[in-house]
């Protein structure tokens, strides 16, 4: 069986219409990583995430399977949950060491860190 490829300008759907395929190339995602980062960290689900490593209390490093084109050619957009009766501040927040494929955050509540058990990170930008 001989590999090959597909070239195309648009992707169309029969009943949701076409998208330029440039949109899909920029647009999406490169990486992502939903983890848990209480205990021994667990990665609950990803793409292009290689793993995750604990650096400390509320330190992580997320490394990339497949490397980002620089150290700051991305950018990160993080998501936490916290319950209406939990209250407090709560962010993932602080660059320790941006890298073309690896990124390190901490993650903080109330201005202190700490290790939480709902963390999730989406990164954009371009692949090497």
């Given at each position: 069986?001989?590999?090959?490829?597909?070239?195309?300008?648009?992707?169309?759907?029969?009943?949701?219409?076409?998208?330029?395929?440039?949109?899909?190339?920029?647009?999406?995602?490169?990486?992502?990583?939903?983890?848990?980062?209480?205990?021994?960290?667990?990665?609950?689900?990803?793409?292009?995430?290689?793993?995750?490593?604990?650096?400390?209390?509320?330190?992580?490093?997320?490394?990339?399977?497949?490397?980002?084109?620089?150290?700051?050619?991305?950018?990160?957009?993080?998501?936490?949950?916290?319950?209406?009766?939990?209250g407090g501040n709560?962010?993932?927040?602080?660059?320790?060491?941006?890298?073309?494929?690896?990124?390190?955050?901490?993650?903080?509540?109330?201005?202190?860190?700490?290790?939480?058990?709902?963390?999730?990170?989406?990164?954009?930008?371009?692949?090497?």
């Open positions: 069986m001989a590999n090959g490829k597909i070239k195309a300008d648009q992707i169309e759907h029969s009943t949701a219409g076409s998208l330029d395929t440039q949109y899909v190339v920029n647009g999406s995602a490169k990486a992502w990583v939903k983890f848990d980062g209480t205990g021994t960290l667990a990665v609950k689900s990803s793409f292009n995430v290689s793993g995750v490593t604990d650096d400390g209390t509320g330190i992580n490093t997320i490394s990339f399977t497949n490397s980002m084109s620089g150290a700051n050619d991305y950018t990160v957009a993080s998501i936490d949950y916290r319950d209406s009766s939990s709560r962010s993932i927040q602080g660059t320790y060491s941006m890298l073309a494929g690896s990124y390190a955050v901490s993650n903080v509540y109330d201005a202190s860190v700490f290790d939480d058990g709902r963390l999730m990170m989406q990164i954009n930008g371009d692949l090497a």
